[in-house]
């Protein structure tokens, strides 16, 4: 059997041990495996954004990669622990807390099994209940990328509907403008990325060039309201200028050139923060 890639993804840091000790379990399951880092940079507890990286990352690697995902503020409750099997054929071990949710809008689950710890949990550690990523998780997973177990073997399968998912937005068309949420940061540089997809962007007949009136709130409370240009690139705009691109994602993105729009505004993310976008016409703007 070809043996599967492994995929982690935490908010542990890399300061300390914590990431050293999931590979170090997973290589003696089976010291052939290849493990490799999403991102351990995840703001701590930050549900939201795991599953944002997920589904912005999941894509590009191979079929039956096995990805971990351990962003676990219920650690120790009776939160479950999970392994779904994606539309696109790969595996996710998770706790079962909402970090899926992008995966199951997006991209799609076939399947999801509640992992069982009578069989499936490093042996000797079964008096620990702080470190399920690497007692649960990377073991599990070393297990199943290595053929040691099969998706079957996991544990009991349990139906989609149960599986948690976080409160998400849906993008609308309305009244010549758009709506949507920003769903996560660009965050090196500070872009801000929404879940308008480019499709649903151009049923208000933007091309590059064209103006459109930008409106962002956090819940009801009105942050930003400006007048930016839908360019190809950051080349489209001056240095300092706001500006609607397309993102790699291919949903639409907000930001200044060469500044960051997040940090000059205090931008955050999730469902509560909502952006509009109108197409204007020449002249039509007043404050």
Do not use: C
Request: net charge negative; proline share 3%.
């Amino acid at each position: 059997m070809t043996k599967r890639h492994i995929v982690l993804q935490t908010d542990f840091g890399i300061s300390d041990g914590a990431v050293s000790a999931m590979y170090g379990v997973a290589i003696s399951v089976d010291p052939s495996l290849r493990i490799f880092d999403l991102t351990h940079d995840i703001p701590q507890y930050d549900i939201w954004e795991a599953s944002y990286r997920l589904y912005q990352t999941i894509s590009y690697w191979p079929e039956e990669t096995v990805f971990v995902s351990v962003v676990d503020p219920g650690v120790g409750t009776d939160r479950r622990s999970i392994v779904v099997k994606t539309a696109e054929n790969q595996y996710i071990v998770t706790p079962d807390n909402g970090t899926l949710t992008h995966i199951q809008s997006e991209i799609g689950i076939v399947a999801a099994r509640v992992i069982d710890e009578s069989v499936n949990r490093l042996p000797k550690s079964g008096e620990s209940y702080t470190f399920h990523g690497r007692d649960v998780y990377a073991y599990t997973a070393a297990r199943l990328a290595a053929g040691i177990i099969t998706f079957e073997e996991i544990g009991a399968e349990v139906s989609l509907d149960s599986v948690i998912q976080l409160a998400k937005m849906e993008p609308v068309v309305n009244e010549g403008g758009v709506t949507g949420n920003i769903d996560i940061l660009d965050i090196r540089f500070g872009n801000l990325w929404t879940n308008i997809d480019r499709s649903l962007f151009k049923q208000l007949d933007a091309n590059h060039g064209d103006s459109f009136e930008v409106t962002i709130q956090n819940d009801v409370r009105q942050v930003y309201k400006n007048i930016m240009t839908y360019g190809r690139s950051f080349a489209d705009s001056r240095r300092g200028e706001p500006l609607l691109f397309v993102n790699s994602l291919d949903k639409l993105g907000v930001a200044i050139n060469q500044g960051s729009f997040a940090q000059a505004y205090h931008i955050e993310t999730g469902y509560k923060w909502k952006i509009s976008i109108r197409k204007l016409l020449e002249n039509s703007y007043t404050q």
